[in-house]
């Protein structure tokens, strides 16, 4: 899904997480180019808000990482791609964390899950000790 | 970016004015529930009309202070919750639980007033 | 005109992003086409007029054109740009100012609602009359007028090409407005009294729909600072799950803005499916009908209905 995502690729925004403050950047970056790719409505807030889940998981369980922000065009039909990325210990048992009320940090252990159903797409890979990547997508309507 | 609380006869209002930082939002509990304290609050009205966004954490928050200042005496009540971000938190399976909410300011005075006379004694 | 251009341009950002490359490749435009479309320039520019009547002279036998010929300055423009066609035509230049001048001409016969077959037949009469052309500068040689004919045909195609495009890309946009309006009239919130909203749905809710009733509720309930929300389902025959779960968002998202919905006229299938869902339905304020609805609401707003006794005069019998 990643590289489906490299080929739509538009615009590319690099946001770095290693800071509190860092987490509302890059939500906010996120809605601009949500909007510039026509996403309108409720769609904006659902994308800040999942981008929010994800950037403070990084900062939670990682320290660090980044937030990649693309636009897509897939099919004449347009959407954003968000990739979280961290190189932290990484997530043992990633259906476990994809449970709701699942939380080893400082969480209602709704960010993953949640994030999940905001979105129209999701995939989480993680290797232990080397880090996690979150891709996921919202479609224009 | 702190957040200004206002003291308005026996209730606190906390109106935050743009998006808060986990920090602030942490900020924002401990001096809502210090000031509680400091003024025998018996209400507390948190105005999050210009947050654009309401997160597991910032729900989680708002979640502790309505319970802890309810230890303290006072009862809280969330306004200005925005349609988009109402949307989104039912979504992703936010609940405020006993938490009340109002429409704006306005009406959450009126909420609080009714919720403390019905808790007075004999009222 | 500045609502053609608004729709032309529309169009051009489509059409673009099929490629105008890929087009040429569909219609196999090779180098040899162009070659043999260049012998022909002169002598099409030197019967220019006489094409371009053959297009026109064709929509002119017809009522069903009317639209084109009803409006002087429109028809004036579509001869102008067909002339300008056919210049192109024959200029050996297929890139994307081509493909643009196409999408303007197509623009325009979309704005006067050319019907498809009518343009497909003008513009038959059209190539006729510059293959018979094509046909009569090489006397004696069928084969290679056959060659230039056939030549030249890839490029009509090509155009067919781009104006059905334009032509479907604006029917289709004229649906999606229709079906937009139709949706938002459909489900009306309706002030009945102060802070109290009556939402009567009507008719089979889909997913799409389901969203902008929600969208549609939570902003009407900031917009008339809404406390009771009375949603009327009884013209709603059956929910699949997904949107009686949608509904249930809905009613727990005005919740969060500090507003209380009432469901009445819940159907006995309807029911059935809020049950089946498995979800926590004791926070759902349902009435049975949209009176009891009422009757809850104004109770909630802490209105008091009181009957005043109704004074009825009566003659003494006498």
Redesign the interface.
């Known amino acids: 899904m990643v590289d489906e995502a490299r080929e739509g690729l538009e615009g590319e925004l690099l946001v770095p997480i290693e800071r509190d403050p860092d987490v509302v950047t890059a939500r906010q970056k996120g809605r601009e180019m949500a909007v510039e790719a026509g996403l309108s409505g409720s769609d904006l807030t659902l994308i800040a808000t999942a981008i929010s889940e994800v950037a403070r998981n990084i900062l939670v369980y990682a320290g660090h990482g980044e937030i990649i922000l693309r636009q897509l065009e897939r099919n004449g039909r347009r959407g954003v791609c968000v990739i979280a990325r961290d190189e932290g210990p990484g997530i043992q048992d990633i259906p476990l964390a994809m449970q709701d009320g699942y939380s080893t940090g400082r969480s209602l252990g709704l960010g993953l899950p949640g994030a999940k159903r905001l979105m129209d797409d999701f995939e989480i890979v993680s290797e232990v000790g080397k880090g996690v990547t979150v891709t996921m997508m919202k479609w224009r309507r | 970016m702190v957040v200004p609380i206002l003291k308005q006869s026996d209730v606190l209002i906390a109106s935050i004015q743009a998006?808060?930082?986990?920090?602030d939002l942490l900020q924002l509990r401990d001096d809502l529930l210090a000031k509680v304290g400091q003024y025998r609050s018996r209400g507390v009205v948190i105005d999050v009309t210009a947050l654009?966004?309401?997160?597991?954490?910032a729900?989680?928050t708002l979640r502790s202070i309505a319970e802890a200042a309810r230890l303290r005496g006072a009862r809280t009540v969330i306004?200005g919750?925005?349609?988009?971000?109402?949307?989104?938190?039912?979504?992703?399976?936010?609940?405020?639980g006993a938490v009340s909410?109002?429409?704006?300011l306005e009406?959450?005075l009126e909420?609080l007033g009714a919720l403390n006379r019905k808790d007075a004694p004999g009222g | 005109m500045a609502d053609d251009y608004a729709r032309a341009e529309r169009h051009l950002r489509d059409v673009a992003e099929y490629d105008v490359e890929r087009r040429r490749r569909y219609v196999d435009l090779q180098p040899i086409d162009i070659a043999q479309i260049g012998e022909l320039r002169e002598a099409i520019l030197n019967h220019l007029d006489a094409h371009v009547e053959a297009f026109f002279g064709y929509l002119a036998q017809y009522p069903e054109a009317s639209g084109l010929f009803s409006r002087r300055n429109l028809l004036e423009d579509a001869r102008r740009l067909k002339r300008e066609h056919l210049i192109a035509m024959v200029g050996g230049e297929y890139g994307r100012p081509y493909v643009e001048q196409r999408v303007a001409l197509g623009a325009l016969y979309s704005k006067v609602r050319l019907d498809i077959r009518l343009f497909l037949g003008a513009f038959q009469a059209l190539s006729r009359s510059i293959v018979n052309q094509i046909m009569a500068l090489s006397p004696g040689d069928g084969p290679k007028g056959f060659q230039r004919s056939e030549s030249l045909m890839k490029i009509v195609f090509f155009d067919i090409g781009i104006i059905m495009d334009v032509l479907i890309a604006d029917r289709e946009q004229t649906i999606t407005l229709q079906q937009e309006a139709i949706r938002e009239l459909s489900t009306p919130t309706l002030q009945v009294r102060d802070r109290l909203l009556i939402m009567p749905i009507i008719g089979v809710l889909d997913t799409h729909r389901a969203r902008q009733l929600t969208e549609g509720l939570l902003n009407a309930i900031r917009a008339n600072r809404a406390k009771v929300v009375v949603m009327d389902v009884t013209g709603v025959a059956t929910v699949d799950s997904k949107v009686a779960n949608h509904l249930l968002q809905t009613i727990a998202a005005a919740g969060l803005m500090g507003a209380e919905v009432i469901v009445t006229g819940l159907s006995a299938e309807v029911a059935q499916s809020l049950v089946t869902l498995g979800v926590d339905l004791t926070k759902l304020n349902a009435v049975g009908d949209l009176q009891g609805g009422l009757e809850e609401a104004e109770r909630l707003l802490g209105y008091e209905v009181v009957k005043t006794r109704v004074q009825v005069a009566r003659r003494p019998l006498d």
Do not use: H, Y
């Open positions: 998006a808060l930082t986990d920090a654009d966004v309401m997160d597991s954490f729900t989680r306004v919750i925005q349609p988009e971000v109402a949307i989104t938190m039912v979504q992703l399976g936010l609940v405020l909410t109002a429409l704006d009406e959450g909420l």
